[in-house]
């Protein structure tokens, strides 16, 4: 995947300057920096939620596709996680899960059952199958919109903040299932606050800061030795306690 010179305004707000970045087969990217500096407008880009002004995205080689079915096979193929579960309300988990695969993959019920069940198992919550959203926990929705997307066999999956709404004890058991879901080779982009994570699940972390890409590395390298003041003074703040 890949982001050529991509521009975004919101009115007179430039949001994403002159954005380039590659994203190889497998690998984890986890997007951090302040707040209001065009990480999760990067994320809803990729799929499209968000149109860009100029430049290319592409996912394989192949330019996005700007509207109708082929939109609705790159929306299948990029999973997207959000901070609000966006589950819906009236189905059950099971059924939030096969939603996509039934609709949009066209698989068989009985075999979209089963896989359903297989994620459910993979992300921990299998037992809450038949109940609806609003019987789970925040972290237990949040493992379930990561099932979900899972269900359509995505080749990217995209978090925005997917812990950010959760309470801190729900936030290790969602965190916990992304860096099972990095180490089985998932490509990923995760837009998090969670420096935690960053560390010891990114191949690369990615510093945004005023709509740019201001410094990207290794988590190691960055962590201890940012080359950027940028950089620098965001980490001072938040690694502070």
Known sequence: MALENVNKHFGELHVLKDINLEVAHGEVVV????????????????NRLETIDSGT??????PLPAEGKALARLRADVGMVFQSFNLFAHRTILQNVTLGPLKVRKVPREEADKEAME???RVGIAAQAAKYPAQ?????????????ALAMKPKLMLFDEPTSALDPEMVAEVLEVMTGLAEAGMTMIVVTHEMGFARSAARRVVFMADGQIVEEAA???FFTAPSSDRARDFLSKILRH
């Not at 995205?57 to 192949?62: A, F, K, Q, R, V």
């Not at 789970?136 to 979900?148: H, K, M, P, V």
Request: aromatic share 0%.
């Open 119 to 121: 994620l459910l198992d």
């Open 57 to 62: 995205i592409t996912l394989d080689g192949e």
């Open 31 to 46: 997007v951090i920096g302040p707040s209001g500096g065009g990480k999760s407008t990067l994320c809803r880009t990729i």
């Open 136 to 148: 789970l926990s925040g972290g237990q929705q949040q493992r379930a919109a990561i099932a979900r």
């Open 219 to 221: 988590p190691e390298s």
